[in-house]
């Protein structure tokens, strides 16, 4: 499709934000994350209408984002790689992903009521009028009260809100890419369980492998132990054994308290509590992924 554009549209369209009059073009977002812009002059009414019914329009950064955010505003949204060298530094960054399904906001009041929701700073960037994405740099664990977050900004704004919780991530220029592919589970994750609110990898990895989506990044918890046989040989003896810790000791060899040692640091660097039954079935199945591969 872009390359129909192309020869349609020539040197009205451009792939990249670097051009010296943003405000002449109008911009849009391919489903891979390619942005383009094509001048104003050169659209009709029905042609913008069009477009924007077959890509995601993409706006300007308003005037009142603070240098950080549009460090992350280049890096995520224009893909412009050079600028994460501005970024602030981190062990670990981690997005959260909000989508406000019903209803309309003030863009700048809805990302101060979500600030104020957090016990401590985060960067939100607005992609559109209804996307919004915080960048979390802290070790804390929002999981357990983002439905109460989500329940707060709902009644406050009269919207429908969902929302994604990325997984914790080295803080590396890979994160441009993790970006792109938690919002393709964010959108599987509406589509499959609409249903629910508030959606993380537990949710979202047996749906990926269903519909042979990439699994790439979804696998990205499994860093911190893949090199240790010793660990995933405890972890599937876990999992065989009806995660039942007892019976897991035993046919290990060593002590429970040993093994729930082990368990509860396997959650600490995965984030993900493989005591519960969609914690234990992700990290099994990608387990037998890494071991096929």
């Not at 989500?150 to 993790?178: N, W």
């Not at 249903?195 to 492998?209: A, G, K, M, N, S």
């Not at 989506?213 to 003896?237: C, G, H, N, R, S």
């Amino acid at each position: 499709m872009l390359k129909k554009l192309r020869a349609y549209y020539q040197e009205a369209l451009v792939e990249h934000a670097h051009v010296s009059e943003q405000h002449e073009y109008e911009w849009f977002v391919t489903e891979q994350g390619e942005l383009f812009g094509i001048k104003k002059e050169a659209l009709t009414v029905k042609e913008r209408e069009l477009l924007a019914t077959l890509f995601a329009p993409r706006k300007l950064m308003p005037p009142w984002m603070t240098e950080h955010e549009r460090a992350w505003y280049r890096f995520l949204i224009q893909n412009d790689k050079q600028t994460f060298e501005q970024l602030p530094s981190s062990t670990y960054t981690r997005f959260i992903y909000f989508y406000i399904q019903k209803g309309t906001v003030d863009a700048h009041d809805f990302m101060e009521a979500i600030q104020s929701l957090f016990p401590y700073d985060v960067t939100i960037i607005s992609e559109t009028d209804q996307c919004f994405i915080v960048i979390e740099q802290q070790e804390e664990n929002v999981a357990s009260t983002l439905s109460e977050l989500i329940d707060t900004l709902c009644s406050d704004f009269y919207i429908q809100l969902r929302a994604y919780i990325g997984q914790k991530c080295p803080h590396t220029v890979e994160l441009a890419h993790m970006f792109l592919a938690e919002k393709r589970y964010f959108q599987v994750a509406i589509t499959h369980k609409p249903e629910q609110r508030v959606y993380c990898i537990e949710d979202v990895f047996p749906l990926l492998l269903i519909n042979n989506e990439d699994i790439t990044y979804a696998m990205t918890f499994l860093q911190p132990i893949k090199q240790d046989p010793d660990i995933v040989k405890t972890m599937k003896t876990f999992f065989e054994c009806n995660l039942n810790v007892s019976l897991a000791a035993k046919k290990l060899h060593m002590h429970r308290n040993s093994l729930q040692y082990r368990i509860d640091k396997l959650i600490e660097k995965t984030g993900i509590d493989i005591k519960q039954f969609k914690g234990a079935l992700t990290v099994y199945l990608a387990i037998l992924l890494y071991e096929r591969h």
